[in-house]
């Protein structure tokens, strides 16, 4: 079974912090990572993809992977309240075909 | 922009009805996703499809059957619903290569009374 790992939470952090969120995944063969921003009774919507090692910046944004040791991670730099959010971390499977979901991460911005 | 589109938002069904999740995206992708949601529990895969009249059996396809037609078209059926399939459902779709991402729909809460 592929799983996807992540700390539920929920994890609080002041306003302008670094807010910093993990996820490990069972599957080596994995080559395609992504994280999901999902806010109370909305759907996900994408906001970091990552698929070599290093880091990837995007604005206030920047995503981690380790493939060697099944890591990802994604810092949120300046954390605003309105990024208080669930986390969803995905992996693609090697196939390209299916996605498995970690269990999210449920983020609150304190003002 | 890429669009999946939910046939409905919110939905009140009754205990024992045929209810049908109608999912429409327009970006021309192979793969299209059935899941649902419910608190503590993640997102679940209840079947995916990836080409027309293909589908396959996710993680929890008890009570569910699914339909692909029309390419741009996955249809979710619960058979006969009960209480517990009272859940938000979404659906998502991508391209099915390495590298390509899923774009979900707005989801539709349904609950069985």
């Known amino acids: 079974q592929k799983e996807v790992e992540q700390n539920s939470g929920p994890l609080s952090v002041p306003e302008g912090a670094i807010a910093s969120l993990n996820c490990t995944y069972s599957d080596r063969g994995s080559q395609s990572f992504f994280w999901y921003r999902q806010y109370s009774g909305k759907s996900p919507e994408l906001i970091m993809s990552?698929?070599?090692?290093g880091d990837k910046e995007d604005g206030r944004f920047t995503a981690q992977l380790n493939k060697a040791s099944q890591y990802v991670s994604l810092l949120i730099r300046d954390s605003q309240p309105s990024d208080s959010a669930t986390y969803l971390c995905?992996?693609?499977?090697?196939?390209?075909?299916?996605?498995?979901f970690g269990p999210g991460t449920r983020l609150s911005v304190l003002p | 922009d890429v669009k999946v589109t939910q046939s409905s938002r919110y939905l009140v069904k009754r205990t024992g009805e045929k209810v049908f999740l109608e999912c429409v995206q327009d970006m021309d992708h192979e793969n299209m996703f059935w899941y649902r949601q419910d608190p503590g529990l993640g997102l679940r895969l209840i079947y995916f499809?990836?080409?027309?009249?293909?589908?396959e059996k996710g993680d929890i396809p008890e009570g569910y059957s699914v339909s692909r037609e029309k390419k741009e078209r996955f249809s979710l059926i619960l058979e006969s619903a009960s209480t517990n399939q009272t859940s938000m459902y979404l659906c998502a779709s991508s391209f099915g290569r390495e590298n390509t991402e899923a774009f979900f729909g707005q989801g539709t809460r349904l609950t069985v009374v």
């Open positions: 990552i698929y070599s090692n």
């Open positions: 995905a992996v693609l499977d090697n196939y390209g075909q299916n996605f498995v």
């Open positions: 499809s990836y080409d027309v009249k293909m589908k």
